[in-house]
């Protein structure tokens, strides 16, 4: 049974027509038939139920006072110092 294969080569897309055959005991795959470039890749987007939890954890992380913070840079060596 063949199927469309998507191969990236040096970061471009192209497609290729290939059937999976069986070679001394291992599977391998035989191109076909080379289809050329892919198009652009599509874009991947979440369902929307996911960003509405998101947010919904987001904003229960504010109203409680919890909130993600980033330690400064070179922090550590500030308090070597002192």
Same mark, same amino acid.
């Given at each position: 049974?063949a199927? !469309?294969?998507t191969?990236r080569?040096?970061g !471009?897309? +192209?497609? +290729?027509?290939?059937?999976?055959t069986?070679?001394?005991?291992k599977?391998?795959?035989?191109?076909?038939? +080379?289809l050329?470039?892919?198009s652009?890749k599509p874009?991947?987007?979440?369902?929307?139920?996911?960003?509405?939890a998101?947010a919904?954890r987001k904003g229960?992380?504010?109203a409680a006072?919890?909130?993600?913070?980033?330690?400064?840079?070179?922090?550590?060596?500030?308090?070597k110092?002192e």
């Open positions: 049974m199927f !469309i294969r191969k080569v040096k !471009i897309l +192209y497609r +290729y027509r290939v059937e999976s069986r070679v001394g005991g599977v391998q795959q035989r191109v076909l038939e +080379y050329g470039r892919a652009a874009a991947k987007s979440k369902p929307k139920a996911k960003k509405a998101k919904a229960a992380r504010k006072g919890r909130t993600k913070t980033k330690a400064r840079k070179g922090s550590r060596n500030r308090k110092r």
